[in-house]
């Protein structure tokens, strides 16, 4: 996957120096401020924060800034904005687009210390956190009160939710809850300037002035630090089941989606779908899985579909799994109710990345379109990678799967890992702008989920127009107007 | 109710005179552009558009424009962003705040004939529609494919969805489908300089750059004028039941709050209370009322609970209405799941705010607080006036109802239609500002649903930083460099 990197040098993105190098003297500065224990400086620490998730990025900071309260954040930001320091908020820093890396020598200012679940009110299902408070700690706080996160994601354990809330992270769950914008109440920000932004009133209805948490969320960092945050909790599902399904054809996809809705409604909490192929490298490459269907095991296509409620509703799937089977839809079905065999189906599913990652190099796109269109892209994106091969191209494995129920299709290109960059080069050429021109066309999302960050910044214009770009980043330079916050990245020029 | 438009006046906001005043020549431009049966000039028609829904505020324009089309809306802002001419954007006219009538000499622009619905996809359960389009009209357009509006209001016939989208509505449905900010996936938006911003890509996940529609839900068309928006359209339910309860205390409907959240779920569709002051007047006011409870005919407080669901669901109803009255927190209870015996129980919630204007004058208070505090304001409100009464004030009854499960107290101050400006004055200094202070206290907000308009300008900063006032007034500046949209409003200085 280091074709990013050369991605992005290929594709011009600004190598000049931005804003000034933190000092010595700055390096005190913080070490007064937060204690010299929470200012990270040697080289062998300063990695992991330098590199992303996937290890895509690699920044060069000389300074990591481990804040634990927000006045510390604002003494902080108040230092850089004097010293024109650019400055990089990450949270657990598993982004998926070097968002939350530094591409120069940015400060980087972690949210890690700032850990605090700060209340939990089970009248209004709501939960107030300091912004580097994990999913997972959410999730187990919450638990003694019958509620939940209206978010899954498989890096629960690491990610933070104020980085959660500065990508707009999407996941498993979005079919049920809807999306952060939703379901976030209130927000606390500090500005570039220091200035403390209180938007975290923590109420479900508030109609008082212009909604300007909600230009935070997924705002990458761009516009302030989000310190803390209230969300809205729904009730922790006391019933939970997983049917993973074997299905004859996309089309039987998108008609076993539609009768889900109909007979499942709101007890439906996840419906995915992965291609073949996906599920032949998931078997090749993951130790330890195997298929879970008896009779079909061979089908075009595969489906996850988990069900979550407050009262047991077996018999619902049940009846859903056989009359998709009767429609035709279906070809072979397995229904699990206990947590291991829930892990087993589910594993089948998240490991798709896994397998991925263990089977080659890849070129990853995450986008929305219209269900119907979906797997047509899949489809195109093979002929046009045939044709390439044929013209003496290098071989491709093209594979689709993702959150069908939302329109937000995976599509990755996996390829040898010994490919010389001139191939890797002629493929994305085989494939960019065609596959963002397809996007536009279809008025899709170049990204429905991952963000921008250093990754999609060349493609941010096919989803977005010269108009909404202007105001964005007018926006920008009225919160940031020196551009210290997470420079080089989204709204770049 | 009258009393608002003496606020208005005591309040001192301003009364100079903005922009320029629409000429005769200005009406032919429209004329030429619209046709001449699309503006509308006789003093007779314009009274409708001129006056709020509650006949609290009139303003005196001397011309609406209803444009059929973007484009036409693009000429019409042209236009008058040229002459200077202050532009007041309406919908069905329903709100409650005042927000969609002229202060001044204002021009109207009507959405009323911008009707279509565009485009509906039974896959992705999204719609697509003009601004015009009612909430109704939408609904009935749904229902073939199973499909509904993730929102309900009283007003449903007449209101539109681009004033819904642009009042931030809320209503019964909050606490089911959450939030317009989680619902609405686009917008069409047409600038003050006739720009149009095109945030309509449909999707239900999309991260590439800063959300820019968020901020025009809730704006109060203050920022841009709504001209389509895509909207999630949930499973429609197959099966309903309302719940009426009569219930021991406010304790107790807490109680009840939380035992239906863990009983019921998912299938919760709305959670309200009132209580027995509010029962009173709408038996003794609305015609063909009558008590639903047989055994327990005076309760402190009332609840009505529904559920809906995609599937059959009574039993469950039932057992949590069982469960309530065994743990004692319900007195007496009665469950209906024919369309008739709901609307007849819906009607004693629904017509509580009927029953009031019938009564008397009313000071209406719309507040989000936390769940456990909710009472006591109503409480703290009648020693208060009770107290002023004591020492020569004039009699008043205080009721409390609204949205529970959201936190969103409507309470509500009756007296006589024969009140002096005087005593309403006076009593208006009882309750302001120490109201407003009360909800800052406990991070509540001062308009849960109704929004700012005319009405709450003065109220604003007690929900809302000095600082987010601040960006919220330069992001207006931004969008609307020369204040022609919906000016002496929201974000008025």
Not at 65 to 72: F, I, Q, S
Not at 119 to 124: L, M, R, T, V
Not at 155 to 182: D, E, F, I, M, W
Not at 389 to 394: L, T
Request: proline share 4%; charged share 20%; net charge neutral.
């Amino acid at each position: 996957m280091q074709c990013s990197v050369r991605h992005l040098a290929r594709r011009g993105v600004s190598t000049l120096k931005f804003g000034n190098s933190a000092q010595e003297s700055d390096v005190r500065f913080f070490q007064r401020v937060l204690g010299a224990a929470n200012v990270i400086t040697s080289p062998q620490e300063l990695k992991r924060y330098n590199t992303d998730w996937l290890g895509q990025y690699v920044g060069r900071s000389p300074v990591v800034l481990c804040p634990r309260t927000t006045a510390e954040v604002v003494e902080v930001m108040r230092h850089c904005n004097l010293r024109h320091l650019p400055v990089v908020p990450q949270g657990g820093n598993t982004g998926l687009a070097g968002g939350s890396v530094p591409v120069q020598d940015e400060v980087v200012l972690s949210l890690t210390r700032m850990s605090d679940v700060l209340s939990i009110d089970p009248d209004a299902c709501v939960a107030t956190v300091q912004a580097g408070v994990t999913l997972q700690q959410l999730d187990e706080a919450l638990a003694p009160h019958a509620l939940c996160v209206p978010l899954d994601l498989g890096v629960k354990a690491t990610c933070q939710l104020g980085g959660n809330v500065s990508t707009n992270a999407g996941g498993l769950r979005v079919v049920r809850y809807g999306s952060l914008h939703g379901s976030v109440l209130g927000l606390e920000v500090v500005l570039a300037d220091g200035t403390i932004l209180d938007l975290n009133n923590a109420m479900r209805k508030d109609n008082t002035g212009l909604d300007l948490k909600q230009l935070f969320i997924g705002a990458e960092g761009t516009l302030g630090v989000i310190t803390a945050l209230s969300i809205a909790t729904p009730p922790r599902p006391s019933s939970v089941n997983v049917a993973f399904l074997g299905v004859k054809s996309f089309d039987a996809v998108l008609a076993t989606l539609r009768r889900a809705r109909s007979m499942l409604g709101e007890i439906l909490s996840a419906v995915e779908f992965e291609d073949s192929t996906c599920m032949r490298l998931v078997l090749q490459h993951l130790e330890g899985t195997q298929h879970p269907l008896a009779h079909a095991r061979d089908c075009p296509m595969y489906m996850v579909i988990e069900t979550a409620s407050s009262g047991p509703h077996r018999e619902r799937l049940d009846a859903f799994v056989r009359e998709s089977a009767a429609a035709g839809d279906v070809l072979d079905a397995t229904v699990a109710s206990d947590a291991t065999d829930m892990d087993r189906l589910w594993r089948l599913r998240y490991g798709v990345s896994q397998a991925l990652v263990k089977a080659g190099h890849v070129f990853k796109y995450d986008v929305s379109v219209p269900q119907k269109q979906m797997y047509n892209i899949v489809d195109e994106m093979r002929s046009r990678l045939a044709a390439d091969e044929a013209k003496g191209g290098m071989q491709h494995t093209v594979v689709g799967y993702g959150h069908v129920g939302d329109g937000n299709l995976h599509v990755n290109v996996l390829y040898d890992r010994n490919a010389t960059s001139e191939q890797m080069a002629r493929t994305q050429a085989a494939l960019e702008p065609w596959l963002f021109e397809c996007i536009r066309d279809m008025k899709g999302s170049v990204s429905a989920e991952h963000g921008i960050g250093q990754h999609k910044q060349h493609a941010l214009a096919y989803s977005k127009s010269c108009d909404a770009l202007r105001v964005m980043r007018s926006i920008k330079h009225l919160l940031d107007p020196s551009g210290l916050l997470n420079p080089h990245k989204m709204l770049d020029e």
